[in-house]
Structure formats: structure tokens, C-alpha cells
């Protein structure tokens, strides 16, 4: 029995043994916890219940979690059958838990936003996605791909890109590149500003990259502010920290 991929849930399924253990051996110091997303037919499943202790799995497709109970790839107690991004994670995470999977190319941002809401408990992800998604998210100030998913996460994490998957290593094979990524929680516990409205500034200036701050964000600064040079930048332009010192100019004064 085969697992059937199902277009709708943007399953490729990995066949290359040493690239999955490559991605398995790619997990740093000992997680408190292991979750992996979406196992599929088990390629990193096999591999990581061999090397995790704490470690389950979450898997949204009755035939894959079929297939993985009924070849005693992963015991029922460790799989459960939910939807991540629905998920109440809250209830199953630990300190230091590290995310782990092949992610579906079509949710693979909604779930880097899911990180992030957990962000104080996941320590560590590590995952294949597309490469262009890859390279956006580990790309430093200055380059046309950097973006707001690179802010944010590179707000509280290290990333970095670690290899390039080909698409025959696929079943069905894809129609673009993958790449492996590690991303490991940085030192910074909490941002130095309202990180609701961090978000906003950096939403709003990347929402019209092709402009200047000055333009794009003109509707949240009052009009001294945008005097400041950094407003003749565009978003690529600006590093975390940088835009952490705009989310500041819109804080009362004492």
C-alpha cells in the first residue's frame, strides 16, 4: 500500500533515504520536544523515532496516518490526526520544542506565522520548502527577495539555508526546487517595542515596496517624522533593528 498524493494538500513525497536523514541529523542539541509536520509516508518519521525520545507527529491525511500506524512506522499514541495550523499547540508543546518536516509549498508561510505565535516555546525549526520561499526567509537587507516573512523571523531567529534538494528526489516530483533551512531562536526574548505595531510598520512599508517609506508609511507618522532620512529607504533596505527603531518613533513620549 501506497499513500495516493494529494494535490489539495501539496504533498510531494520525499524518496531519497540519505537526504532524509541528512534533514533529521540537521536538528541541533537535544529538543525538549520534536513535532514533525505532515509525515507522510514516514521518509523522516523513520529516522526521527529512532533518534528522538520526545518526539510526535501531526498529520492532517487519513490514508498517510493509515499507512504509518499500519506499518509500525510510528505508534498511535505519538500521531495525531489534526490540521497544524488549527491545532492548539499550547496543549502540546514543551520548552524547547523543535519543529520539524517536509512543509507543504502552498501553507508553508501560514505556518511560519504559527511559529512565530509559539515562538517562546519552539527553539528550532528545521524544514524543506520551496527554494524560493527558502531564500526569501534567509536573505539579509538589500536583496529584491527580502521581505516581511525575513523580518519577522529574522526578528527571533537565526536562519539559516543549509542545501538544495532537487525535484526527481520527489513522488510526484515538484515543479520548482527545495531547500532545507534551520531556523534557531535568537537572543532576543521580546522586541524593544509593541510588537503589534512592529508588525504593522512593517506590513504597511512592504505592502508598497516599490516606494519609499516616506510614502508608504505616511499614514502612521506625522509629518516632522518622516522629515528623518531613514524614510527616504525602501523596506529591502532596513534591518530588523532599524524598523524596530521606526516601530519606536510612534510610541508616546514621557
Not at 495516493?4 to 537526504?19: R, S, T, V, Y
Not at 518526539?55 to 497544524?84: C, G, H, M, P, W
Request: glycine letters at 4%; charged letters at 25%; hydrophobic letters at 40%.
Amino acid at each position: 500500500m501506497f499513500v495516493q498524493a494529494k494535490k489539495k494538500l501539496g504533498q510531494h513525497f520525499l524518496n531519497d533515504q540519505n537526504i532524509a536523514l541528512k534533514i533529521v541529523e540537521a536538528i541541533e542539541g537535544q529538543p525538549g520536544l520534536v513535532i514533525e509536520i505532515g509525515p507522510g509516508m514516514g521518509v523522516l518519521t523513520q529516522f526521527l523515532v529512532k533518534k528522538i525520545e520526545n518526539f510526535i507527529a501531526i498529520e492532517i491525511d487519513r490514508e498517510s496516518v493509515e499507512y504509518l500506524t499500519n506499518n509500525n512506522i510510528i505508534s498511535e499514541s505519538k500521531l495525531f490526526r489534526q490540521d497544524f495550523l488549527r491545532a492548539d499547540l499550547q496543549n502540546l508543546l514543551k520548552n524547547n520544542t523543535c519543529i520539524i518536516g517536509n512543509l507543504p509549498y502552498n501553507i508553508s508561510s501560514q505556518i511560519f506565522f504559527k511559529v512565530l505565535e509559539n515562538k517562546q516555546q519552539i527553539t528550532q525549526v528545521v524544514c524543506m520548502v520551496q527554494k524560493e520561499v527558502a531564500e526569501r526567509i534567509a536573505e539579509p537587507p538589500g536583496s529584491k527577495t527580502y521581505g516581511i516573512l525575513s523580518v519577522f523571523l529574522q526578528a527571533f531567529y537565526d536562519i539559516e539555508y543549509l542545501f538544495t534538494v532537487h525535484e526527481h528526489v520527489f513522488t510526484p516530483p515538484p515543479k520548482v526546487k527545495s531547500a532545507v533551512i534551520r531556523l534557531k531562536r535568537n537572543w532576543r526574548l521580546e522586541l524593544p517595542c509593541d510588537e503589534k505595531m512592529f508588525f504593522t510598520v512593517v506590513k504597511t512599508a512592504f505592502n508598497q515596496r516599490r516606494k519609499t517609506m516616506r510614502n508608504s508609511l505616511r499614514p502612521l507618522y506625522p509629518p516632522e517624522a518622516l522629515a528623518d532620512p531613514v524614510f527616504d529607504k525602501r523596506p529591502e533596505q532596513l534591518c530588523v533593528e532599524e524598523f524596530i527603531e521606526l516601530t519606536k518613533m510612534l510610541e508616546p513620549k514621557d
